[in-house]
């Protein structure tokens, strides 16, 4: 390269304005906008001379020197900002409110830096300028119209380039001026103008020019192949698309074919680590493959990352170690709650069975019993038991078929359905799943989601259930399943037949008297932030809230009464304790102390706490009446007294039955009817009797439907206590379904109506012979406090519920 002579060249020394990300040619004016100190006074500097200046370009310019000849003198180390500078003029400035200047500057000729310094903070720089050079060789002038020729189809590709300057370059006399027009006007990268704008050789320039050219041109039209591609692909798919179909295009270009994300490869590893059955693992790498084909952006991949997820996150293989010692167990079991033999027992056997085969089916089982009970915590507790996870679902209200099978996959919003959701959540394959109230399910157009759960809760069957979302079997069979319900009768037959039902019945004040000292009250003093033994209930206190705050056959309502007594007890304290305190005037750091607290609620206190009673147990009618006989009977909450009433007027012999009965309860009415017309004789009643008088039963609070077949002799009896204007004896209640021929049939739910007695202080029970083996049930307390007098035939029970000789010797031998 031919370097310059230097005693022929020109010094120029002005300020220097140092600019970054741009480059300045000769022969074009360009806007600059100044924020820097030093550039906003290198432009006010020229602006009071000449208008003239330096311009060049930084690279990283920020370390200084000082000068130690003139203190007032900083040099710049010139490595930090490009040598070849533009001597260049002002041509017009613009101030911002901000303070920034908008600087117009015409480049005029090329230079090399000499020095560059500080004086007195303004930046100056003395530059050789480049000579002119107007004599064209003929290898430039070939080059020279090359370079018209190139210029002029890059034109043709890149319509940004004003017409003047496209003007300016054809008349262009000499290589220079030609190549300054051209690079300030084309899209070349910073490092490209500034190796041409300090090329000394005029023919050198000329080359690297077109070549740059050749290689802008070559890009643009791969740019224009790709968008051409581009929009060919989006005529079927959004516009959204345009970028990503862009880099697609361009990895092709380069070679790309096969995608390689992080994002897929850790999909990959994940499918590898979970080991999964391999239907389930064929079906993830096909949903991945599917992916890996789509675009980032377009909804479908969502979808399936979305399932793919749900795929990864389920358990396949992972179960929890049980705990295989009964003896830990019973005593977990015993812990939690009191009472509930047979739910524990069949735990214990299955903890058994499991120590002898590991092949055994998770056990459905079904606790039915009143609320309050405790079927939901001891669901919990069996699952503490054997050591596995527990996770529990409410079926209440559930009335869509997708909930439990799941949405497919064509639903927006899809998800899989309420049981392997919890099976997501559980983590294992092997948890214990409480299904919550599956007596409270209900069906409408949606489907009905009690037949779904045929499959889930059938042994035959759970190992491969489908889901809606999943399409692919999922296994239960290690699941063991246990549901709660207040009525088995409300559970559909075909879903009852698939579960193993466990009566849990209601408590008696003996059981709750025990539950509330040994559970209850010691868990809310602990939940109220007192210490442990501060408040003690004498047995007496705790029986006055059982009759008269609560009625309920469970202990949920006993604790909220409880706990209200235990607040009011912490209240009473803390402000006695306050008070202390500030009496206490030497006591600076009053802190309050409840560890010496020790109180003790007797009976006489707990109408203080509560208020009066709610709740009297005394009968309806407490003496006998003509036509009023107490009924037992069963309901979801525990057993209660069913008080029916007769009464006749004269009529034409009808039946007239009201108080919301249903279509059993309406025809044990008629079939007492027709018993006692059938026995008239042996009664001593008049066969005809009915035919000039209506008869009305009642059954009080109207509002309340009732049904089933164990009133049957109860309203025979108050039938017969009309016709004999004749009241039973003191104090009874009684329970059976009575045939036409006067045989008693067993009823259900005995255990639950003795307690009713019992609470309601009835003396003597009248029951089916066929129930006196389920008095076992009965606490030993109850069964001690009532008489129980056991009914084969409707005869037999008259002569015990009437006073004696209210029948004729045939009554009583029948």
Not at 793 to 805: C, M, Q, R
Request: with cysteine; net charge neutral; hydrophobic share 35%.
């Amino acid at each position: 390269m031919k370097r310059l002579n230097k005693n022929s060249s020109e010094k120029n020394n002005l300020p220097l304005l140092i600019v970054s990300d741009s480059v300045y040619f000769p022969y074009t004016a360009k806007s600059v906008t100044i924020n820097r100190d030093d550039q906003i006074k290198a432009i006010e500097t020229a602006m009071e001379t000449n208008r003239s200046l330096f311009v060049t370009t930084a690279r990283n310019f920020t370390d200084v020197n000082l000068d130690e000849k003139d203190s007032k003198i900083i040099a710049f180390e010139t490595d930090k900002i490009f040598t070849t500078m533009t001597r260049s003029r002002i041509l017009q400035v613009l101030k911002s409110p901000d303070g920034t200047l908008r600087v117009l500057i015409e480049g005029q000729k090329r230079a090399k830096l000499v020095k560059a310094v500080f004086k007195n903070e303004i930046p100056f720089a003395i530059g050789e300028i480049f000579p002119d050079k107007t004599e064209v060789t003929k290898a430039e002038a070939e080059y020279m119209n090359l370079l018209k020729s190139l210029y002029e189809e890059y034109l043709i590709a890149q319509k940004t380039v004003p017409r003047e300057i496209v003007e300016m370059v054809k008349k262009a006399e000499f290589p220079d001026k030609m190549v300054d027009l051209i690079c300030s006007n084309v899209r070349f990268t910073i490092e490209d103008k500034l190796e041409i704008l300090a090329e000394e050789n005029s023919l050198v320039r000329l080359e690297k020019t077109a070549n740059f050219i050749q290689t802008d041109m070559e890009l643009i039209q791969l740019r224009k192949k790709i968008k051409f591609r581009v929009k060919e692909s989006m005529e079927k798919k959004q516009k959204e698309y345009f970028l990503n179909e862009q880099i697609r295009e361009i990895n092709k270009e380069l070679g790309r074919t096969k995608e390689d994300s992080d994002e897929f490869a850790e999909y990959e590893e994940k499918i590898k680590a979970k080991n999964m059955p391999a239907e389930i693992e064929e079906k993830a790498r096909k949903e991945l493959s599917k992916l890996m084909r789509l675009q980032a952006v377009s909804p479908e991949s969502g979808i399936l990352k979305f399932y793919l997820d749900w795929i990864l996150d389920l358990p396949w293989s992972e179960r929890r170690q049980e705990n295989k010692d009964i003896k830990k167990a019973s005593e977990i079991l015993d812990t939690d709650h009191y009472d509930l033999e047979k739910p524990k027992e069949r735990i214990l056997d299955f903890i058994a069975v499991r120590q002898l085969t590991q092949h055994a089916k998770g056990p459905i089982l079904c606790f039915v019993g009143p609320p309050g009970t405790g079927k939901t915590s001891l669901g919990k507790s069996v699952a503490k038991a054997i050591g596995r996870d527990f996770v529990r679902i409410s079926l209440g209200g559930v009335r869509d078929e997708s909930e439990i099978r799941g949405h497919r996959r064509t639903y927006i919003g899809a998800l899989p359905g309420k049981i392997i959701q919890s099976m997501k959540k559980a983590g294992t394959m092997n948890p214990v799943f409480l299904l919550d109230e599956i007596d409270k399910m209900s069906s409408d157009f949606r489907g009905d989601p009690s037949s779904a759960m045929l499959e889930v809760l059938d042994p035959e069957q759970n190992y491969n259930f489908s889901d809606h979302y999943l399409e692919v079997p999922y296994n239960l069979s290690e699941v063991m399943f246990i549901a709660t319900a207040n009525n088995a009768q409300k559970i559909p037959g075909p879903l009852r037949d698939r579960m193993e039902i466990i009566e849990i019945p209601g408590y008696s004040n003996f059981d709750k008297i025990k539950i509330a000292k040994k559970f209850i009250i010691p868990k809310q003093i602990l939940e109220n932030g007192l210490p442990e033994g501060s408040i003690t209930f004498k047995e007496d206190a705790i029986s006055e809230i059982i009759e008269g705050y609560t009625m309920e056959s469970g202990v949920r309502n006993l604790e909220r009464k409880i706990a209200t007594v235990i607040r009011k007890c912490a209240r009473q304290a803390l402000e006695e304790n306050l008070e202390n305190l500030e009496n206490d005037s030497e006591d600076e750091d009053k802190i309050i102390n409840l560890d010496e607290l020790k109180k003790s609620i007797t009976k006489s206190s707990i109408e203080k706490y509560l208020g009066p009673k709610k709740i009297t147990r005394e009968l309806l009618y407490p003496d006998p009446k003509v036509g009023l006989v107490n009924g037992l009977a069963w309901t979801e909450l525990g057993g209660t007294i069913l008080p029916i009433e007769a009464t006749t007027y004269p009529g034409s012999g009808k039946l007239i039955l009201t108080g919301s009965l249903g279509d059993v309860m309406k025809e044990s009415a008629q079939t007492a009817l027709s018993f006692i017309r059938s026995v008239a004789k042996e009664l001593n009643l008049d066969p005809d009797m009915h035919k000039e008088i209506d008869i009305h039963i009642h059954v009080p609070e109207g509002a309340i439907p009732k049904d089933g077949p164990s009133a049957g002799i109860t309203m025979a009896t108050a039938l017969i206590s009309i016709f004999k204007k004749q009241p039973t004896i003191d104090s009874i209640a009684m329970t059976g379904e009575l045939t036409l021929t006067g045989r008693i049939l067993p009823i259900g739910g005995v255990k639950e109506k003795i307690l009713a007695a019992y609470i309601h202080n009835i003396k003597t029970v009248f029951i089916p012979e066929a129930n006196r083996k389920d008095l076992e049930e009965v606490p030993k307390e109850v069964r001690n406090k009532i008489k129980f007098i056991y009914m084969n035939s409707a005869l037999d029970a008259l002569v015990k519920i009437f006073p004696e000789g209210t029948f004729n010797d045939g009554a009583k031998n029948g």
